[in-house]
């Protein structure tokens, strides 16, 4: 899955978040309150406020539940294992995604 972000953008709302990953924000809000590594800001009304590595965060937890299976627990444990790791390899495979995309458009201009 790959979501685009805005290069000018600090904030993304739960709303957006949500509808990004076509999920409830109701979801988003549990795996704030389950996961260390998301830290969303609040904002005066108390509305979380994700930032660009938030959303990269939350794209990888997707990932490992959504698309791998993992329980939430495993994902955790995932997570804090190799952190650093998962992300290195779930970025690449967001590169390769997106340069997958563009060349298929160039294929489908030709």
């Known amino acids: 899955m790959h979501i685009n972000l805005s290069a000018d953008k600090r904030y993304y709302s739960i709303g957006e978040v949500a509808k990004a990953f076509g999920v409830n924000a109701s979801l988003i809000r549990f795996w704030d309150s389950e996961f260390d590594i998301l830290k969303p800001k609040k904002n005066a009304k108390g509305n ?4 660009p590595e938030d959303v990269k965060n939350l794209q ?3 990932h490992l539940v959504k698309e ?3 329980t939430l627990e495993g994902a955790k444990t995932h997570l804090k294992e190799g952190q ?3 992300l290195d390899k779930f970025d690449i495979i967001n590169k390769l ?4 995309a563009q060349l298929l ?6």
């Open 60 to 62: 990888l937890i997707f």
């Open 84 to 86: 650093k790791k998962t």
């Open 68 to 70: 791998r299976g993992f």
């Open 97 to 100: 995604e997106t340069i997958k």
């Open 48 to 51: 979380r406020m994700f930032t």
């Open 105 to 110: 458009s160039i294929k489908n201009e030709l």
